[in-house]
């Protein structure tokens, strides 16, 4: 019996119809590849780890940093404890809040003094009672003392950013308060012999050299 004709056309697949990838793909694919190779070339160091680590240790990279100075260093330590311990009586701009009892310590005449010896020994003792600044008086001043909490170092550095804050007014012209200013405060008869807080006609009568 003979098999049966039918007219079906065979199916056409997908690859019959498109040929197969044309050959600007290969070439694309090849440029790519050289690029790729090429960059590696220029940016890998030869594949070279030492590239990767041209510094031997902790301390090689710390040298290459730019060292401040010591009067720099000496202003961020005090402004970072003045953050620390005395923004939030004194205000972050050195206002102070007369509501609260609290002087300004910007343009302060206290502060400005031509030696840091009173404003030393306010910051080791204390202070209380009314005080007069810039003209106005403050009752309410309970200022405690930070001599036990703060080295030498740390109240001649936030004395220092105080008295030289040039956001506060012009007081660049005042030199770094040392630390060797502040223990010789700490050594004297005034401070060793003392515990209670200053009153502001104590401190002028103790260090009138500071008015």
């Not at 040929?19 to 220029?42: E, H, Q």
């Not at 003094?113 to 600044?133: F, K």
């Not at 040392?178 to 012999?193: G, Y």
Request: glycine share 8%.
């Amino acid at each position: 019996m003979a098999a049966k004709k039918t007219n079906e056309e065979p199916e056409t697949t997908q690859a019959d119809v498109s040929g197969g990838p044309k050959p600007w793909v290969f070439v694309l694919m090849v440029l790519t590849l050289y690029w790729a190779i090429n960059y590696l070339d220029g940016h890998s160091g030869g594949f070279n780890a030492t590239v990767y680590t041209p510094h031997s240790d902790a301390a090689a990279v710390a040298s290459l940093k730019v060292q401040k100075t010591p009067e720099e260093q000496a202003f961020e330590s005090g402004a970072r404890i003045y953050r620390g311990l005395c923004a939030a009586c004194h205000q972050p701009n050195g206002l102070g809040n007369s509501n609260a009892g609290f002087p300004p310590l910007a343009n302060s005449e206290w502060v400005l003094a031509p030696t840091p010896d009173r404003m030393i020994a306010i910051v080791l003792n204390g202070m209380q009672g009314p005080v007069e600044v810039s003209g106005q008086i403050y009752n309410k001043v309970a200022m405690p003392a930070q001599g036990v909490a703060l080295s030498s170092e740390d109240i001649a550095n936030v004395l220092s950013y105080i008295r030289r804050n040039g956001d506060w007014g012009d007081a660049h012209s005042l030199p770094l308060v040392t630390p060797e200013q502040v223990q010789a405060v700490r050594d004297s008869d005034a401070i060793v012999n003392r515990s209670a807080a200053w009153t502001a006609d104590e401190l002028k009568q103790q260090f009138p050299e500071s008015q």
